[in-house]
Structures are given as structure tokens and as C-alpha cells.
């Protein structure tokens, strides 16, 4: 065991935690969850069996992570944020055949109390603001905020909020350079 649990916490046999990772008070980790390295579990967290996190995700208290949701690296998901599996539950129903995956892709970061419809994808980098809605896809670098969420404009990979101009720009704090156009932001690499 490479990973450090607080007493409280439930890990379910079958679990996969990798190294360097922790868990904290009162989280229950399912049997079919696969969770990579150097995460952060916070206080009051439930992760499910069909759920793939990847390495240095950051899942802050309160957050339930039901079957379907895979969240890549680096993933950052802010207290008491909501995941979503069924489009319309009913408590007198049975729709677990019908759960939607939701993809958060590297680098993602989503706000306090924000909420996650199932059946979409969050873009590379993308950045939700707290107690956002969001219904629909995601695109790379791209800033929603609201409920329903909206199109804010879009965010470098370091935090910071890029111009609206389209053309190539660059990002006032890290120097990123990117391509602004109809069809969203694109990182230029070295």
C-alpha cells in the first residue's frame, strides 16, 4: 500500500489507488474504481466502480464521482461540484442501463458547486465556474460560466484569462502563445 487513508475511509477490496496518493476522512472508494497517482481525495468524497481517474487529479470535499465519469490528469474538481449519471432519474425507476459517460479531459478544472449533465466532455484545460451548469461540450480552453453555462471567452494553461482577439496571441503572465478562431483555442508548441 503506496497511498495514505485516513482511518475513516472506506476502500473497498478490488480498489485500485497508485502511489502518493490520499484519501481523507469519510471517503468511500468503490471496488471497480481505478485511481492513478499522486491524487487528492478530500473529506466526504465517494468514488464509484466504474470511475477512471487518472494521475495528480485534485477532487475536493463533498464530490461524488458516480460510474461513467473518467477524469483524465490533473483534473481539478472544487468542493461540492455534482457529477451526474441519468438524464432522468426516478427514484421508482431502475436506469443503470441507461448511464451517459462523462469525459473530463488533462488539465480540466471545474469550480465550487458547479454541475456536470452526464453525457458530455470537458475539453483539455477547459475551466468551469463555480455553481456553473454545463449541458453541453466543452471545448478546449474554453471559460463557461452560469447557469445555464455560457461561453466566457478562453483560459491558458496556467490560469490566466486570453484575449478575445482572434489571430495568434499570447498570454500576459506565462507568454503561452495560442490561435484564437471560429473553431476555439489551439496551444502552439515549441
Not at 50 to 56: A, E, F, L, S
Not at 89 to 102: D, F, G
Not at 106 to 113: D, K, R
Not at 121 to 142: H, P
Request: glycine share 12%.
Amino acid at each position: 500500500m503506496n497511498y495514505v487513508a485516513h482511518p475513516s475511509a472506506i476502500i473497498d477490496d478490488g480498489a485500485i489507488i497508485g502511489d502518493g496518493t490520499r484519501v481523507w476522512h469519510f471517503t468511500h472508494v468503490s471496488a471497480g474504481a481505478t485511481i492513478g497517482n499522486r491524487c487528492s481525495l478530500g473529506q466526504n468524497v465517494f468514488i464509484g466502480n466504474k470511475v477512471q481517474i487518472g494521475n495528480n487529479v485534485k477532487i475536493q470535499n463533498n464530490v461524488s464521482v458516480y460510474d461513467g465519469v473518467i477524469l483524465e490528469d490533473n483534473v481539478f474538481c472544487g468542493p461540492s461540484m455534482v457529477f451526474t449519471n441519468v438524464y432522468n432519474p426516478r427514484s421508482h425507476i431502475e436506469r443503470k442501463h441507461e448511464y451517459k459517460k462523462t469525459h473530463v479531459k488533462y488539465g480540466a478544472t471545474i469550480g465550487a458547486n458547479a454541475t456536470i449533465i452526464c453525457g458530455v466532455t470537458l475539453g483539455r484545460f477547459a475551466f468551469i465556474g463555480a455553481g456553473s451548469v454545463v449541458k453541453a461540450n466543452v471545448r478546449d480552453y474554453e471559460i463557461i460560466v452560469g447557469v445555464p453555462g455560457r461561453h466566457l471567452g478562453f483560459m491558458c494553461e496556467c490560469g490566466v484569462r486570453l484575449p478575445k482577439t482572434h489571430g495568434e496571441i499570447a498570454c500576459s503572465s506565462c507568454h503561452a502563445k495560442y490561435t484564437l478562431d471560429n473553431n476555439g483555442c489551439h496551444r502552439h508548441h515549441a
